[in-house]
């Protein structure tokens, strides 16, 4: 089992619908996590951290579930300019060192 | 935010040679990354470059293949040696932020060995 797991998608979804994501992982000790995003060929930017209470940005809001070892990703009113893969990460201690990258979920945002 | 320059962004290469990648910040930091991306598979760490000592490199990742240097703050070389279709990835370079709360990663350099 992967310690970070993610449905790899694709998730299409017209625009203005709202898209979940949601991603497990495995170490029960992970600290801290986050949500980046990775357009075709290009580098992971970071979208968002993701905190106990839950935050939202924008459109977008992160959720996190230590109880049952999941983070959430809902994004609103989705834009062809959301289409990418998103990545969950989770740092499993202090440290870059300790990051674990999840594979990604793939989402298309048609018109 | 960091800005990174990451190059070449592609290559190219026949099995059984070198390719060095360079990763120069505008800004000094303490630690660079190496990572390493896969078709279809996740970010994964190579080795963390420290200036002034050798670099740490991670489980499955060694020196020889993946010699890295770390001559000052801003600047990093990662090189992949005697090289395999295996090795055929995108390769990024990163950084921390001040607050070391987040990643900023280099455009990455594709590479492809025959």
């Known amino acids: 089992r992967k310690e970070v797991e993610q449905d790899p998608g694709p998730f299409n979804v017209p625009e203005g619908a709202t898209v979940a994501f949601n991603c497990t992982y495995s170490n029960s000790a992970s600290q801290s996590f986050f949500w980046y995003r990775q357009d075709c060929r290009k580098e992971p930017k970071l979208l968002m951290s993701v905190y106990s209470s839950g935050n939202e940005d924008g459109r977008f809001t992160a959720q996190l579930n230590r109880a049952s070892q999941y983070i959430s990703l809902l994004i609103r009113d989705s834009k062809l300019s959301d289409s990418a893969t998103y990545l969950c990460v989770v740092n499993r201690g202090a440290g870059f060192q300790k990051l674990v990258f999840g594979t990604g979920t793939r989402l298309l945002v048609s018109p | 935010s960091a800005v990174i320059s990451q190059k070449p962004s592609r290559d190219i290469c026949q099995r059984g040679t070198s390719l060095t990648i360079q990763c120069q910040v505008d800004?000094?930091?303490?630690?660079m990354f190496w990572y390493r991306q896969q078709p279809g598979q996740s970010l994964t760490l190579i080795a963390t470059a420290n200036q002034g000592s050798e670099a740490t490199y991670e489980s499955g990742f060694v020196i020889d293949k993946f010699p890295i240097s770390r001559p000052n703050l801003t600047f990093s070389t990662l090189t992949v040696s005697n090289m395999s279709p295996e090795d055929s990835s995108i390769y990024l370079c990163?950084?921390?932020?001040?607050?070391?709360?987040?990643?900023?990663f280099g455009s990455g350099t594709q590479l492809s060995v025959l």
């Open positions: 990163s950084v921390s932020d001040s607050e070391n709360e987040k990643l900023f």
């Open positions: 800004s000094q930091v303490t630690m």
